[in-house]
């Protein structure tokens, strides 16, 4: 009867510490693939659509998105900035997803060539647009989802790089 109850206390506290150790590993794991978006709560409140910013981690070298350049600058639009040399910088703007029709009439009457990049989000349409007698590049990234990107970026910067930042994005 005594080498019973040993045993029993022994199983009992052999799955007690199963429980405890198992526990332990699944909340370090979650701990340490949480995902923190560095959009600020606030920002995050004021639009209906999800809000897709390149992942620092997947940023090219000398480009840094500048986490203090989260802005609403119109009703139910975000943006935000990536900056890099020399004082560079790509400025993101997102807003709701326009009609098929709106994004051919955007495409055909600001960036009329344009090359396509396929990326994990949806199709991004790169060219040249002319602001003001200055030339920049112009990236209109209509997502998947109900999200819109445009981006504007000097007219000389590295078109393997924007590729590169386009294929960042995360949510």
């Known amino acids: 009867m005594v080498e019973e109850k040993k ?15 198992g526990g332990a590993s699944i909340g370090m794991w979650l701990y340490l ?33 500048d986490l203090r350049s989260f802005k609403n600058p119109v009703p139910n639009g975000i943006s935000y900035i990536v900056r890099y040399s020399n004082g560079n910088k790509l400025v993101f703007s997102l807003q709701e997803k326009p009609s ?14 344009r090359n396509e990049v396929h990326t994990n989000i949806g199709l991004a349409e790169i060219g040249a647009y002319s602001k003001q007698g ?11 989802s ?3 990107i445009i981006i504007t970026a000097p007219y000389n910067i590295n078109q393997d790089q924007l590729k590169e930042i386009l294929k960042s994005f995360k949510h």
């Open 146 to 148: 109900p999200t819109w």
């Open 7 to 21: 045993s029993k206390r022994k199983i009992i506290f052999g799955c007690l510490l199963v429980l405890l150790f």
């Open 33 to 65: 693939h949480r995902s923190v978006s560095p959009v600020p709560k606030s920002i995050q409140k004021s639009v209906s659509f999800p809000i897709y910013y390149p992942e620092q981690a997947k940023l090219p070298a000398g480009y840094n998105l």
């Open 134 to 144: 200055k030339v920049e590049t112009l990236v209109s990234l209509p997502t998947n």
């Open 100 to 113: 098929d029709s709106e994004l051919q009439s955007f495409n055909a009457n600001y960036i009329p060539l």
